[in-house]
């Protein structure tokens, strides 16, 4: 099976537990929330989900401390340069849907700088959990994946006015959404954590 199909089935069963459980939750206890938030938080969730299993976050069943570093900027560049350009595009376009949703969806995030700091914060959360993981944590992955933020941001700044002010994405208090932003990010890593020994 290919890693693409291993990243699909990972993340699309976990999202098939979590995401009718948020959209219950919500329906419950967050009644008024617009129904294209509700829609581009599932979104959201699917999409962590896809990064979590993407970048192979330690779950319940593979969870040990052996740390692999590379600390050194640029240092796989000369080792095989056209497989290091490769992984440094996907890196980006990995994260380049992080920088459009953040800040359509969070009001305190529609600025430049508050979304690069939380695309280089959920990038640095990835790599440091990789080191439960036996997966290589590399500076360039960090800066790489903060870029992918900084153009996804680029783009929100395009679409902002056309979703979210007409959808009305920042009304009745964006930070209650399962805790904001860390608490998504916090909820999509638990049940890839404990849902994936199970498949």
């Known amino acids: 099976m290919t890693r693409l199909a291993v990243i699909g089935l990972e993340s699309g069963a976990v999202s098939a537990l979590l995401v009718p459980a948020m959209l219950l939750g919500w329906e419950i206890f967050r009644r008024n929330?617009?129904?294209v938030r509700r829609g581009l938080l599932a979104v959201?969730?699917?999409y962590l989900c896809g990064v979590y299993s993407a970048t192979g976050l330690p779950d319940a069943g593979n969870c040990a401390f052996r740390p692999r570093l590379q600390l050194l900027p640029l240092a796989g560049v000369m080792k095989d340069t056209p497989q290091y350009l490769m992984d440094s595009l996907l890196n980006i376009v990995m994260c380049v849907p992080f920088g459009v949703l953040v800040p359509l969806l969070w009001r305190e995030m529609r600025s430049l700088k508050r979304t690069a700091a939380a695309g280089f914060c959920f990038s640095a959360a990835i790599e440091l959990a990789q080191m439960f993981s036996g997966?290589?944590?590399?500076?360039?992955?960090?800066?790489t994946n903060t870029l992918g933020a900084v153009i996804?941001?680029?783009i929100a700044k395009i679409l902002y006015r056309q979703v979210a002010v007409r959808h009305r994405l920042h009304d009745a208090g964006s930070q209650a959404d399962l805790m904001g932003l860390?608490?998504?990010m916090m909820v999509c890593a638990a049940a890839m954590f404990w849902v994936l020994p199970a498949l």
């Open 33 to 35: 929330m617009p129904k």
């Open 44 to 46: 959201f969730a699917v």
């Open 135 to 143: 997966r290589l944590t590399d500076v360039d992955d960090l800066i």
């Open 152 to 154: 996804g941001y680029g």
């Open 182 to 184: 860390p608490g998504m």
